[in-house]
């Protein structure tokens, strides 16, 4: 919403808010925030706050947050009385200048220049989830809420009022669900959102899963979005639908035969970069678990959404779009979008082909092209000139010490299913 600060600070004063969280991610995804009362905020917006940043980057030590006024929401799950808001923030060095490893500020500034070119974009998410029980201490435990399956309803649904709970706080908050619905797997759930412009859509993706916790629980529930957190149950993924105008005209169409050579070639795009970017899609060792099982049919009989890489085209809406199978919740998705957006962008300039033999049924099968590890994606991903370029050289050397410390305790770990609760299980 277009807000300027005057008009903050009266509701600020007219609905009893005590408490304004400026929150952002690091370079993986991981929410953070910091805390500020009502009478800093005309400070935050004028000459930001400040926090020590040794954590994020060692090419770093203080920066600033500055709000961005137009993402100011109330917490729902917060007292009425004494109410709690958020913004999400910009951040920036101490002298002003932009923080390179800000990845929504990136994202920005790649829309920016994609509108410059006459194209326009908007991204939707799928994105999947597990309600678990806790036990009699309130700690998580892999036990599903439910035995349902996918589309069934109450009583075998017993997620059902939960999930009803975090639809409506995330319209309260002014995110756009459209669709929600039992998933495959035992306590597994699904909500679907609106075509956004693509920085809302990341907010909205980072956000939509410390709503879901926080709705879960209050209901006594533990929600994960690890990528496979339950033994031969199905993983959960994160779908991205992505639709693109140039000078005004969709580049996809919902009729196979109006999928324009434009809307081909960013496709093509996507896949010819696919192989260097999926550590980027799915960050965690864990991540890999659902892809290589999904290489099958499971037991349900779901058919495998990397044989589904790439849905190409369908109608979303009014948005015809391209979706991408194969990511998952673990993602910063900031880097995803932007990631995904410039190797499509690459693919129309460079006026990639498609191939034709690889889709069927308006289906794109490239589950060759992905790597099975983490080790072996973040292998190709750090020889990619692409990457290299996508993030600059401090940003590309703190995300890639991060990966390799990953993978190097994730090799040394006698249990590695433990190795993964431990670090992602609760933290997704």
């Known amino acids: ?66 709000p961005d006024i137009s993402t100011m929401s109330v917490l729902p799950w917060r007292p009425k009385s004494g109410r709690v808001i958020r913004f999400f923030c910009n951040i920036k060095h101490i002298d002003g200048t932009p923080y390179e490893g800000d990845m929504r500020s990136r994202l920005c500034s790649f829309i920016d220049k994609m509108r410059d070119k006459g194209y326009s974009c908007k991204i939707s998410t799928r994105c999947e989830f597990y309600l678990l029980d806790t036990d009699e201490n309130g700690n998580p435990t892999k036990i599903p809420h439910d035995n349902a399956s996918y589309l069934d309803i109450a009583p ?10 975090i639809c409506l706080s995330l319209e309260e908050m002014g995110f756009n669900p459209q669709t929600s619905r039992h998933s495959y797997g035992p306590g597994q759930n699904e909500i679907d959102f609106k075509h956004s412009n693509p920085v809302s859509a990341a907010d909205n993706m980072v956000y939509y899963k410390t709503v879901v916790k926080n709705v879960a629980s209050q209901n006594g529930l533990f ?21 693109i105008k140039k000078d005004g005209k969709h580049i996809f169409s919902s009729d196979t035969d109006s999928f324009t050579d434009t809307g081909r070639s960013f496709t093509a795009g996507i896949l010819n970069r696919i192989n260097e970017i999926t550590c980027f899609l799915n960050p965690t060792t864990n991540s890999y678990r659902r892809l290589n099982e999904n290489l099958s049919e499971n037991k349900n009989g779901k058919q495998s959404d990397l044989f589904r890489l790439v849905r190409v085209p369908y109608s979303y809406g009014n948005d015809p779009c391209i979706e991408l199978c194969s990511a998952d919740a673990s993602c ?22 498609l191939d034709k033999n690889l889709s069927e049924g308006g289906r794109i099968f490239r589950s060759d092209r992905l790597p099975t590890s983490l080790e072996d994606a973040v292998s190709s991903a750090l020889s990619s000139k692409f990457i290299k370029d996508a993030f600059g050289e401090n940003v590309h050397e703190d995300i890639f010490r991060h990966f390799k410390s990953i993978i190097s305790d994730y090799n040394a770990s006698d249990d590695k299913t433990k190795f993964e609760d431990e670090i992602w299980f609760r933290n997704i």
């Open 156 to 165: 075998l649904d017993k997620c059902e009022n939960t999930r009803r709970e």
């Open 332 to 353: 910063n998705p900031y880097i995803a979008f932007m990631l995904i957006l410039m190797a499509g962008l690459e693919g129309i300039e460079a006026d990639e082909r």
């Open 223 to 243: 929600a994960s979005f690890m990528p496979k957190p339950v033994h031969n149950q199905s993983g959960s993924g994160l779908h991205i639908g992505i639709s």
């Open 1 to 66: 919403m277009n807000y300027i600060p005057k008009e903050i600070i009266s509701f600020i004063e007219e609905n009893d808010v005590k408490f304004i969280r400026l929150t952002f991610t690091d370079l993986y995804g991981n929410l953070k925030n910091i805390a500020i009362m009502p009478c800093e905020l005309k400070r935050a917006f004028e000459y930001g706050i400040p926090f020590e940043a040794g954590f994020f980057s060692k090419h770093c030590s203080d920066l600033l947050l500055f």
